[in-house]
C-alpha cells in the first residue's frame, strides 16, 4: 500500500537567526507512534537549542569583552593596572577561583548595575551578557 506522507516543518527561528527546519514524515499506517517520534525529536532539539543559548556562546563573548570590558579589565581578565590606578579600585582577577565561584547571576548583576568603583555596562542584550560571562567562565584557571 502506498503511504500517505504528511510533512511536518518545524522552523526554529532563534534570537541569533539562523534555523533548524525539519521535516518528519507520517505513514497512514502507525501515524500516533510516529507522530510521537516526531514530536520527541522536536522537543529534543528545542530544549537542546535551549539549552545552547542558556550556556551563552564563549567565542562571541570576547567580542563583547573586548568591547566592553577589556579597557579596564584587561585582555588577560587580571585588570589593567593604569586604569586601576585612576579609578583608585583594585581589579579583581576574572580567572581565579575566588570570582568564579560567584554565580552567572551575581556576574549579570555586576554588568547591569554596577558595584562598588563599576558603573553599569550599557547597551547590551541579555544574550551578549550570556555570552560574555561564559568567555569569562574560558578564562578560569584550571
Ligand atoms: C570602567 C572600567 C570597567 C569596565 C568597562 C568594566 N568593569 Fe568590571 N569592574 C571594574 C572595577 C573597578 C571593578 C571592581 C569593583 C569594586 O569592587 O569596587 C569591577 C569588577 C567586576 C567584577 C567582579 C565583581 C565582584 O563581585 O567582585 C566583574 C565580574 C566584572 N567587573 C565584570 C565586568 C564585565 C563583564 C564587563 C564588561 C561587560 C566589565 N566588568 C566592564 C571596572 C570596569
Given at each position: 500500500m502506498v503511504p500517505l506522507h504528511?510533512?511536518?516543518?518545524?522552523?526554529?527561528?532563534?534570537?541569533?537567526?539562523?534555523?533548524?527546519?525539519?521535516?518528519?514524515?507520517?505513514?497512514k499506517e502507525d501515524s500516533s507512534e510516529m507522530f510521537v517520534k516526531c514530536f520527541m525529536t522536536i522537543l529534543t532539539l528545542f530544549v537542546l537549542s535551549g539549552n545552547a543559548l542558556a550556556r551563552g556562546?564563549?567565542?562571541?563573548?570576547?567580542?563583547?569583552?573586548?568591547?566592553?570590558?577589556?579597557?579596564c579589565h584587561g585582555a588577560d581578565g587580571k585588570g589593567n593596572p593604569p586604569i586601576a590606578k585612576t579609578l583608585?579600585?583594585?581589579l579583581p582577577d576574572m580567572t581565579s577561583p575566588e570570582l568564579q565561584r560567584k554565580t552567572d547571576d551575581e556576574f549579570?548583576?555586576?554588568?547591569?548595575?554596577?558595584?562598588?568603583?563599576?558603573?553599569?555596562?550599557?547597551?547590551?542584550?541579555?544574550?551578549?551578557?550570556?555570552?560574555?560571562?561564559?568567555?569569562?567562565?574560558?578564562?578560569?584557571?584550571?
Open positions: 504528511y510533512g511536518i516543518v518545524v522552523q526554529f527561528f532563534l534570537q541569533t537567526g539562523f534555523l533548524t527546519v525539519l521535516n518528519c514524515s507520517i505513514t556562546d564563549g567565542q562571541a563573548g570576547q567580542i563583547v569583552y573586548d568591547a566592553k570590558c577589556k579597557i583608585n579600585a583594585t549579570k548583576k555586576q554588568i547591569t548595575e554596577g558595584r562598588g568603583k563599576m558603573q553599569p555596562v550599557k547597551g547590551l542584550t541579555d544574550q551578549q551578557i550570556t555570552d560574555v560571562i561564559a568567555f569569562i567562565r574560558s578564562r578560569a584557571k584550571s
